[in-house]
């Protein structure tokens, strides 16, 4: 239904009811247990115009295909705000265009005009934009590649990123909120964008964020003005203090399900808080142990699961016993310093080879034994044969 107004405006009317009755229950639960849980509602309906899977913007005809009618996906969005009863912000995923009109090459792309694929951009933004109930736009810095059998890891990196094309549009829209999101993996990377344009209103990071959590953990102090503020009143001091509160979360959300679902769901949102840390893999692999404990202990005997310690001791455990305290126990701010420092040995490194240093001779006299090798076989090969047929 993602290019069906009916059928989005049912989608957000669920959502709307959803929200209604969490907020209730949330009243009632509070009233009766000040220790009651959180029960989370939605804070905005997205429509993603960004979403390049062939299953999606091909047969499904919705996803990046929007892109290519801006009155549907104003529309859609219209649809979206009334099934909602105008109380969830409505926002909208999307690339800077499509290869609508052509067929994609890195040439035929380079030689196309810069301002006529702003334009487009523009005039989809002004469209979906008119009727003002849309004012955030999360922009994919990349055109959609829809004309090819292209996978959505191909979209994410085929086709150049063009920041440029985001940052005018921020600058010429102030009245709305622009992100810009692809190929930004780093807090870093987040700073140096916004400082670069200060009337962007954000920066999408999805998959450098989920690979490695603790590398954002300065966001409050870096990006935000009251940072320091709230990063002081609620944020753990160390990853010690993260698995702590986490396992709380951990133990209610078993006692709630069946842990042999639910354990692994759980374990798995724990498994990157380590990354790039020595033995942070034999932690992941504890992880995954511990997440298939309870499938293997009710296929023994079910009165062995009321014997096992609580699932926050197990994760816990698992992290005191792979890792070391320096790592256990470094702050949010030590760890940013590292990250920084090992960001800047890697471009050294980069520098170094790009300029013909011994790591670009090394690197090319091994391409060349390897090559020399490749032809050396493949001539044994051919004399081989011709013995054989001999």
Same mark, same amino acid.
Do not use: C, G
């Given at each position: 239904g993602g290019s069906d107004p009916d059928q989005l405006f049912l989608a957000s009317k669920t959502v709307y009811e959803f929200n209604q009755l969490a907020q209730m229950h949330q009243q009632q639960s509070s009233s009766n247990n000040n220790n009651a849980p959180i029960f989370c509602d939605y804070t905005a309906l997205n429509l993603n115009c960004g979403c390049p899977s062939p299953k999606v913007a091909g047969k499904g005809c919705f996803g990046a295909a929007l892109m290519q009618d801006a009155t549907l996906v104003q529309q859609l969005t219209s649809s979206m705000y009334h099934g909602s009863q105008g109380s969830i912000p409505i926002t909208v995923k999307c690339r800077i265009g499509t290869d609508e009109g052509y067929q994609f090459t890195r040439d035929q792309y380079n030689a196309r005009s810069d301002e006529e694929e702003y334009? +487009?951009?523009?005039?989809? &933004?002004?469209?979906?934009a008119s009727e003002g109930i849309v004012t955030d736009f999360q922009?994919?810095?990349? &055109? %959609?590649v829809l004309g090819k059998n292209? +996978?959505?890891?191909?979209?994410?990196?085929?086709?150049?990123?063009?920041?440029?094309q985001v940052r005018r549009l921020a600058e010429e829209f102030p009245e709305l909120n622009i992100s810009l999101n692809g190929g930004v993996e780093t807090l870093s990377g987040v700073k140096r964008e916004l400082d670069e344009c200060p009337e962007l209103d954000g920066i999408m990071v999805g998959r450098g964020w989920m690979s490695n959590p603790w590398a954002f953990a300065m966001s409050d102090e870096l990006l935000y003005t009251d940072g320091q503020q709230l990063a002081d009143s609620t944020r753990p001091k160390n990853r010690i203090e993260v698995l702590q509160a986490y396992g709380q979360h951990a133990d209610y959300e078993e006692e709630r399900w069946d842990p042999v679902k639910i354990r692994r769901f759980i374990t798995k949102a724990a498994s990157q808080l380590f990354s790039g840390e020595p033995n942070a893999k034999r932690y992941r692999i504890a992880l995954d142990e511990i997440a298939g404990l309870p499938k293997k202990l009710m296929k023994e005997d079910p009165k062995?699961?009321?014997s096992q310690p609580p699932l926050s001791e197990l994760i816990l455990d698992a992290a005191t016993k792979h890792l070391s305290e320096e790592v256990?126990?470094?702050?949010?701010? !030590? +760890?940013?310093?590292? &990250?920084?420092?090992?960001? !800047?040995? %890697?471009?050294?490194?980069?520098?170094?080879v790009a300029t013909g240093g011994d790591d670009a001779k090394q690197a090319e006299e091994k391409q060349s034994f390897i090559q020399e090798w490749q032809q050396t076989r493949k001539e044994d090969e051919m004399k081989e044969s011709e013995l054989n047929s001999m």
């Open positions: 334009q +487009s951009l523009k005039q989809f &933004i002004e469209t979906v922009v994919h810095a990349r &055109i %959609a292209y +996978s959505p890891a191909d979209n994410r990196k085929v086709p150049p990123l063009r920041y440029y062995l699961m009321e256990l126990y470094r702050t949010p701010k !030590e +760890s940013y310093e590292k &990250i920084l420092y090992d960001e !800047e040995q %890697a471009e050294k490194r980069l520098l170094f």
